[in-house]
């Protein structure tokens, strides 16, 4: 069973704040001492409580007196270069706090537009994005193709290192180059894949002729904004991707 977590926060009850404060005193004084011990260094506590008369100190009263005339000694400068109060330790939780939330906030943001992304390539259109929206989304894709560039290049480089020499290496036999005079006979191929290769060169040359048709990016008469480095009119969206500019 995991230990419920404590609230930071002044304990108002009487009998459980003297409680927490034996407790806690207990285990401070002991990891006091395992860090001495450890690590070989030179370590005190003083404590001062309404509940004793007297201060609970550790190791000794010698202890402490030989480890604060070591500390008076130091310049203030020293002194103060790794003292932490309430208000610097509280402003340290809260930039870390804030670091942590920006973070989340990007790793948000990027699931939502991948969600949206992965909706568009199923046929649904940009009708309810905005302008912020559209320029997130065009980072995303954009980061998305450098990943996928970025794989297959690796890939290349794993299955042919070496270029065409490891394809000779590993027994594959070359085509023999024809001597000069010869007749070269091009390969027969049946009716089906000429047809084929046909329609394939067709639908190249109407996409030639008509490129705006492929720049459609959803369903009806939506047009994707232009994205890239490539356009200086390009809006990019700094709310959750400033860096990548």
């Known amino acids: 069973m995991t230990r419920k977590k404590v609230k930071l926060a002044y304990i108002s009850n009487d009998s459980a704040r003297k409680a927490t404060y034996k407790k806690r005193k207990k285990g401070l004084m002991k990891k006091v001492s395992e860090l001495s011990t450890l690590c070989g260094i030179e370590a005190c506590a003083i404590i001062y ?16 007196q030989r ?19 309430q208000e610097s330790y509280l402003r ?22 991948t969600q949206v992304m992965f909706q568009n390539l199923t046929g649904k259109g940009l009708y309810n994005l905005n302008m912020m929206d559209l320029n997130d989304l065009g980072w995303l894709v954009e980061q998305k193709l450098k990943d996928i560039h970025k794989r297959v290049d690796t890939l290349n480089r794993a299955f042919d290192p070496q270029g065409s020499a490891t394809t000779a290496t590993m027994g ?27 329609m394939q060169r067709q639908q190249w040359i109407m996409d030639m002729m008509n490129p705006q048709e492929h720049m459609r990016f959803g369903t009806g008469d939506e047009m994707m904004l232009p994205f890239g480095d490539n356009n200086p009119n390009a809006l990019w969206s700094n709310a959750f991707f400033p860096w990548e500019k």
Do not use: H
């Not at 409580?49 to 402490?64: A, L």
């Not at 002194?79 to 932490?84: D, E, F, G």
């Open 172 to 198: 594959t036999q070359l085509p023999e180059v024809p001597k000069s005079g010869e007749n070269v006979q091009a390969p027969e191929r049946s009716g089906a894949e000429a047809n084929v290769d046909i």
């Open 92 to 113: 340290q939780r809260i930039m870390k706090a804030n670091e942590q939330l920006k973070k989340q906030c990007k790793d948000n943001r990027e699931k939502e537009m």
């Open 67 to 85: 480890v604060l005339s070591a500390f008076k000694k130091m310049s203030e400068m020293d002194q103060s270069k790794k003292m932490v109060n």
């Open 49 to 64: 409580s309404p509940y004793e008369s007297q201060p609970e100190i550790w190791p000794s009263p010698g202890g402490v």
